[in-house]
């Protein structure tokens, strides 16, 4: 059972900067891959950016390229989401959640068994 917990999370003004963060403990050892989702009110939850958890690969949303970076610090079991250049259409609940698979399967809610209990974000105009 691997168990996750996010902070950071946030106010700011369009333009600002937030950095999540997601820490991991339990079993480890079966995590392959990190990943960031989203869920605005009334939406479904959309992916935002992944990492492998042994190699540091990593996969954008094509809505955050450029603006946000997804990054880990194994020694802490924690993986971090920079976010930049915010924009009210980020506005949403972020969540982490922990994969077994490798980061090259589709990255959808039903691929993470493990998920944070999330974090909100709220960018102003």
């Known amino acids: 059972q691997v168990q996750l917990v996010e902070s950071g999370g946030g106010s700011v003004q369009a333009g600002g900067s937030l950095r999540l963060s997601c820490a991991a403990s339990g079993r480890t050892i079966s995590i392959y891959t990190i990943a960031w989702f989203r869920q605005a009110p009334g939406r479904e939850r959309d992916f935002v950016a992944a990492?492998?958890?042994?190699?540091?690969?990593?996969n954008y949303a094509d809505s955050v390229k450029g603006r946000f970076t997804i990054s880990r610090d194994s020694a802490k079991n924690t993986v971090y989401l920079q976010m930049n250049s915010l924009k009210p259409e980020d506005t949403a609940v972020y969540y982490c959640a922990a994969s077994g698979h490798l980061i090259n399967v589709p990255m959808t809610p039903p691929n993470f068994r493990s998920w944070g209990q999330g974090t909100q974000v709220t960018v102003s105009s």
């Open positions: 990492i492998s958890w042994s190699g540091g690969r990593t």
